[in-house]
């Protein structure tokens, strides 16, 4: 195996300022990169910033965005661009299970539409707008590039509560095909990797697996940045799941 060195390369990430995001864009600069750091809590997304250009290796730029508005990924793109004059991966971290994060634990059918607007437009919006908004640097640039879309088994499982948490997350399965064909041409690969449990939160804990354990933040983080460097050049068009067998246990 190759090892892992980003040197020179520039990464879009959104869900930055915790959590994975800013675990991969902390891991991203070590081995060298430069990371555009976005978020939509910027002082956080600052401080993460701030912390790792206190380190050294590669540098970080911080970005307050709001995911939702296609604007926003334009700016994160513009800023890129500025910088660092390329952008070769783009890993949109940023997404939620909507009845968690808009604290509104209530069946679909007696969800707030606005719920429902969260769900699909963090989730699958926010990943479509980053991708078309870095993608034209990368065909530009001549120098190919990577795209990796976040899913989760919810996209097989589906949701009583967070149907478009589901529903998003399978979107993006298909969607990553869509790039993977726009993007072969230049040399751009696009995939999903796909989580169950992850423990960024105590919550997680709680949920079954085959293997009856669950994943670390480092580990998924690890993978992803196996399959995003020259490792993985032979990985696009696909959805890699990494959830502890939790799918091999019921119906898909």
């Not at 970080?60 to 661009?81: C, G, I, Q, T, W």
């Not at 909507?98 to 719920?115: A, I």
């Not at 590039?145 to 899913?151: E, F, P």
């Amino acid at each position: 195996m190759k090892l892992i060195d980003f040197k020179g390369k520039t990464a879009v990430l959104t869900g930055a300022a915790s959590g994975m995001g800013r675990l991969a864009a902390e891991e991203l600069a070590r081995a060298g990169a430069a990371v555009v750091m976005c978020d939509i809590n910027g002082d956080a997304v600052a401080e993460a910033s701030e912390r790792i250009n206190s380190l050294g290796g590669g540098r970080a730029f911080p970005l307050a965005v709001d995911v939702r508005k296609f604007a926003d990924a334009e700016r994160a793109a513009a800023l890129a661009m500025e910088k660092t004059g390329r952008i070769d991966i783009v890993i949109p971290f940023a997404g939620g299970y909507e009845p968690r994060m808009c604290n509104s634990p209530v069946p679909f059918f007696e969800q707030p539409v606005e719920v429902l607007d969260w769900g699909i437009d963090v989730n699958l919006k926010g990943a479509i707008y980053f991708a078309r908004a870095c993608m034209p640097a990368m065909v530009k640039g001549g120098n190919g590039g990577v795209i990796c879309c976040l899913g989760s088994t919810s996209g097989f499982e589906g949701d009583a509560k967070g149907a478009m948490y589901g529903t998003a997350k399978s979107g993006l399965f298909t969607f990553v095909k869509g790039l993977a064909l726009a993007g072969a041409p230049y040399g751009i690969r696009a995939f999903c990797v796909t989580p169950g449990p992850v423990m960024t939160r105590p919550g997680m804990a709680g949920m079954k697996t085959l293997l009856d354990t669950q994943a670390e933040p480092q580990e998924l983080v690890d993978y992803i940045l196996y399959l995003v460097s020259e490792n993985g050049r032979c990985v696009t068009g696909t959805n890699h799941v990494m959830d502890c067998g939790r799918l091999t246990m019921k119906p898909q």
